[in-house]
């Protein structure tokens, strides 16, 4: 009995942990949308970023929620914690929701005719 405990203490102990983590199923990644919009939240948050949007539909303003990826990703791209203010005008290249919702996985981010990152 001893042995058998013996055994499982050391192959818990190299067990690699598992990392959960959510899958981007919910986009479509093979669709691309652009909007033009203005920055309401720049959320630089673990484990992704979030920008909320506001973009004039034809129906009067919309919100749009764009996720990206975490902020390490982002740092080494040159992103910072400040690169998006609210106010800001944006352009954003993003993989639309599958449900059709307003919103998605974020490509990339044009501000003031510079693509950040």
Partial sequence: M????SLFLLVAGLATPVVAHHSFSMFDMQKEAT???TVREFQWT???IFIELVVDGS?????????GATPGVLRKQGWKFNSLKPGDKVV????PLKYGK?????ISVTKDG???G
């Fill in 102 to 106: 307003n919103g998605g996985g974020l």
């Fill in 46 to 48: 673990n484990p992704h």
């Fill in 2 to 5: 001893k042995r058998i405990a």
């Fill in 114 to 116: 510079t693509v950040l």
């Fill in 59 to 67: 129906g009067g303003p919309q919100n749009y929620t764009i996720e």
């Fill in 35 to 37: 909007i033009e919009g």
């Fill in 92 to 95: 954003v290249k993003f993989h």
